[in-house]
């Protein structure tokens, strides 16, 4: 299957370095000769390396569109059967590309997207599923790598665009990016878009990438106007299957519980000001016993001597 990789930067000149480094050593040359990268405007270097590097194909765009339209526009210009859309905050690994095209293989298969992880190996993508308030959050975040749950190659209603396989002729039977999303949730629109028109969407826990994750400039500048956004389009069109994911790997009634309630209660102070006044308490309780709990089990992770040197240690401090 003839591939383009598309990859849309904005400043962050280093990490653009790192990632064509890691894509150029660790992926066969035969899925190289369509790489293009669409600059949004970039003024820390970024345009003059790109200038440089002669096996890519640079877009130069004059003002920065945005991640939607930027990926659009690669996509105009790309002419292989597949698309890779990937983020110039990543590292792909040795035999990363592979698994996500032999999955687009598969019938009715139009997206592949690989398991990621931050620079510290835990888990930042997994697969990305929508919780009982409509909201798409990713499975798994910050978990252990080497965990069963992980480790699962399965079929989701969303995966990141951080790093997404899809053929080209359903991204645009699809309608590519929707523009009106300000760098995020662009590709969990993208998905459902996708869905809809029938085709599956997987995640490949074969394929590793690592991801820096959301290091450009104003990514959660518009994140309640996007989340806004989405609901609006898709909270009567999408099916809360959060606590599906944590029933088929074998978590309790309580773990999930735990998790609707984190996701009830730990929103940015952005979001909970919209909300009602006994919410913003309840949130406030939630939040003072979350923390409580959480010092209390580091409290039982520390034995008695290493715990009374630590308070030695304060009352010296404080003379």
């Known amino acids: 299957m003839k591939t383009s990789i598309i990859i849309p930067t904005y400043n962050n000149v280093?990490?653009?370095?790192?990632?064509?480094?890691?894509?150029?050593?660790?992926?066969?040359?035969?899925?190289?000769?369509?790489?293009?990268?669409?600059?949004?405007a970039s003024t820390d270097g970024t345009v003059g390396y790109l200038k440089s590097t002669d096996w890519i194909k640079a877009v130069l765009n004059k003002q920065n569109l945005g991640f939607a339209r930027a990926c659009?526009?690669?996509?105009?210009?790309a002419g292989g059967d597949a698309l890779v859309f990937l983020n110039n905050d990543t590292e792909v690994q040795r035999g990363w590309l592979e698994p996500l095209?032999?999955?687009?293989?598969?019938?009715?298969?139009?997206?592949?997207?690989?398991?990621?992880?931050?620079?510290?190996?835990?888990?930042?993508?997994?697969g990305i599923v929508v919780s009982n308030d409509y909201i798409p959050r990713h499975l798994y975040?910050?978990?252990?790598?080497?965990?069963?749950?992980?480790?699962?190659?399965?079929?989701?209603?969303?995966?990141?665009?951080?790093?997404?396989?899809?053929?080209?002729?359903?991204?645009?039977?699809?309608g590519g990016f929707d523009d009106g999303y300000v760098n995020g949730m662009e590709d969990i629109d993208l998905c459902f878009k996708v869905k809809k028109l029938g085709y599956r969407i997987f995640y490949c826990?074969?394929?590793?990438?690592?991801?820096?994750?959301?290091?450009?400039?104003?990514?959660?500048?518009?994140?309640?106007?996007?989340?806004?956004?989405?609901?609006?389009?898709?909270?009567?069109?999408?099916?809360?299957?959060?606590?599906?994911?944590?029933?088929?790997?074998g978590f309790s009634r309580f773990f999930i519980a735990d998790r609707n309630l984190k996701n009830r209660f730990l929103v940015s102070s952005g979001a909970a000001k919209k909300k009602s006044t006994s919410f913003r308490v309840a949130r406030i309780v939630y939040i003072s016993v979350y923390r409580l709990v959480f010092a209390i089990k580091l409290l039982l992770t520390l034995d008695f001597k290493t715990l009374s040197k630590k308070i030695r240690k304060v009352r010296d401090a404080r003379g």
């Open 141 to 174: 975040y910050n978990e252990d790598p080497d965990k069963e749950s992980v480790n699962k190659t399965r079929e989701f209603q969303a995966v990141t665009a951080a790093c997404m396989a899809i053929k080209k002729d359903v991204f645009e039977e699809a």
């Open 72 to 77: 659009n526009q690669g996509a105009k210009k």
């Open 14 to 40: 280093a990490l653009t370095k790192k990632c064509l480094e890691a894509l150029k050593d660790n992926t066969s040359a035969k899925y190289l000769d369509d790489v293009i990268i669409v600059d949004n």
């Open 205 to 249: 826990s074969d394929s590793l990438v690592i991801h820096h994750e959301s290091v450009s400039e104003g990514r959660y500048k518009a994140t309640n106007k996007n989340e806004e956004i989405f609901l609006k389009k898709w909270k009567g069109g999408v099916i809360p299957d959060e606590e599906r994911y944590y029933r088929e790997d």
């Open 101 to 126: 095209l032999e999955k687009l293989s598969g019938e009715k298969v139009a997206i592949a997207s690989p398991k990621m992880i931050f620079p510290n190996g835990k888990i930042q993508h997994a």
